[in-house]
């Protein structure tokens, strides 16, 4: 049995039990809110003739946890939607519990009961908030263990390698959080989908797909290819029904960025309006360069000190340079000289195409474990990211970013393919979203997906996410060699 299938973790994960589960907090808000209005007496004393047990209040219970449930399915929110954000959520339960308020406030006006408080009823609606808000955020954490364990997961293929593909791709890989594993990917032309991106394997043609699929345990299929092959879109469902496997279809409008298109209405006419606007220009790109400075100047008493003491020690173990500079290609391609700690041997350039070979790395972005040029000082700042402090100083020249694609050297730039260029597009960075999702341990392939993706969906929060997830990353020393 694979681990989506699993009985007990899909109904965690699909939301069955949901319903039941907010039925309870919304009874346990009514008790807490009766607590605070009979017992506490919050806001307002209760006078002696309006003192009430908490049973006449049962039968408002139901109706109001029977309204929320009406609503909440009709709004999907017992839906599994793995694109869809906390806040999402915490929108949509505010909607339904306003609703199943005035609902009960309505009908206890026209019930005229002898006792009825309208102030507890408040508090029910503040506690159900809370209550549901903050359920759906420790599901979302149990969700995220679980599919770290591969329960949960769903095992996708993607069939189309054109700009839609890759841009699915590009997504799957970036968002792991929503409990996709991307497998592999297809196309109808065997020659486009020939190569591996990274761990993504590359298989050719969609001749045996069926097979393909039992062999890869494939759990989900996504069809990009162009709606102009829509008799092979159709077989391609087919296969994907008769092998037990899920199946969408993302239409040719979708070879633009979400971002870009706007959904309107003309008199019930649904209209995509094109927007243009790059996340990279004019405003957003002011505001980005602000932060970076920002952040650096009030980081620098710490910083300071910092390379003060790391310094010391780089020139106490060996007596060589403080400073290592090298020659790197930064946005549009320019090329600039990166400021790091030195961690290796004086020589240490001059071995890099040996241990290239030796180690049979790709040369677009070789690392390797147990690199015999690294000091003992090296090790240590290596370990902790301390040796790329420096690049501070690129980013105050406005070379670079606090985050971005890191920028590759030129040998590197060489050996790319054209898309890999995209992620040439902006200007590189200290960290990123590959260095939070593996750092060394991600292939070159899914770290060019993961810098585009970024570069396509960039935003003040998003950078802001990243430097937040990049702190536990370098304390923990993950994928760091």
Not at 58 to 63: C, E, K, R, S, T
Not at 157 to 177: F, K, N, T
Not at 278 to 283: N, V
Not at 417 to 424: F, K, N, V
Request: net charge positive.
């Amino acid at each position: 049995m694979k681990p989506s299938e699993q009985p007990t973790s899909k109904r965690i994960l699909t939301g069955s039990l949901l319903p039941l589960l907010d039925a309870g907090l919304v009874l346990l808000a009514f008790v807490l809110a009766y607590f605070a209005r009979y017992e506490l007496q919050l806001i307002r004393a209760v006078l002696e003739f309006n003192q009430s047990a908490f049973e006449p209040y049962l039968p408002y219970a139901v109706i109001y946890i029977v309204w929320l449930y009406v609503n909440y399915r009709g709004m999907g929110l017992y839906k599994a939607n793995r694109g869809r954000s906390w806040l999402d959520e915490v929108y949509t339960i505010i909607n339904g519990v306003t609703n199943a308020t005035v609902v009960t406030l309505a009908l206890s006006f026209f019930l005229q009961p002898l006792v009825f408080s309208r102030l507890m009823m408040i508090y029910v609606a503040a506690i159900t908030i809370m209550l549901l808000a903050v359920s759906r955020g420790v599901i979302r954490i149990v969700r995220a263990r679980l599919r770290r364990r591969g329960i949960g997961v769903q095992r996708v293929m993607v069939i189309g390698a054109g700009e839609v593909g890759q841009s699915v791709m590009r997504v799957l890989v970036a968002r792991r959080d929503m409990g996709y594993q991307l497998v592999a990917y297809v196309d109808t032309d065997p020659a486009l989908a020939s190569t591996d991106l990274g761990r993504v394997k590359g298989l050719g043609g969609i001749t045996d797909l069926g097979t393909l699929l039992r062999e890869h345990a494939i759990d989900f299929v996504i069809i990009t290819i162009p709606w102009r092959q829509n008799e092979t879109i159709i077989d391609l469902i087919n296969i994907c029904q008769k092998a037990g496997v899920e199946v969408s279809i993302i239409p040719d409008v979708f070879q633009l960025n979400l971002r870009q298109v706007q959904v309107e209405a003309l008199d019930g006419i649904p209209l995509l309006r094109m927007n243009a606007q790059l996340p990279f220009k004019g405003t957003s790109r002011v505001l980005k360069r602000l932060l970076d400075i920002a952040l650096v100047v009030l980081a620098s008493p710490v910083l300071l000190l910092i390379l003060l003491f790391v310094g010391l020690a780089i020139k106490l173990e060996d007596g060589g340079a403080v400073f290592y500079t090298a020659e790197r290609v930064g946005e549009h391609g320019k090329h600039f000289k990166m400021f790091k700690f030195r961690s290796m041997i004086p020589n240490a350039d001059q071995m890099r195409a040996k241990l290239t070979e030796e180690h049979g790395d790709d040369p677009r972005r070789p690392k390797f474990k147990d690199d015999p040029r690294i000091t003992r000082v090296g090790k240590f700042i290596r370990r902790t990211s301390i040796d790329e402090l420096p690049n501070l100083i690129n980013v105050m020249l406005g070379q670079m970013s606090l985050v971005g694609p890191r920028p590759p050297t030129p040998e590197e730039v060489a050996l790319y393919d054209q898309w890999h260029m995209q992620r040439l597009a902006v200007k590189p960075g200290m960290t990123g979203l590959w260095q939070i999702s593996g750092r060394s341990d991600i292939p070159f392939d899914e770290m060019c997906l993961l810098d585009i993706y970024y570069i396509e969906n960039w935003s003040m929060g998003l950078d802001a996410q990243i430097l937040m997830l990049t702190i536990p990353r370098v304390l923990l020393r993950q994928g760091v060699y």
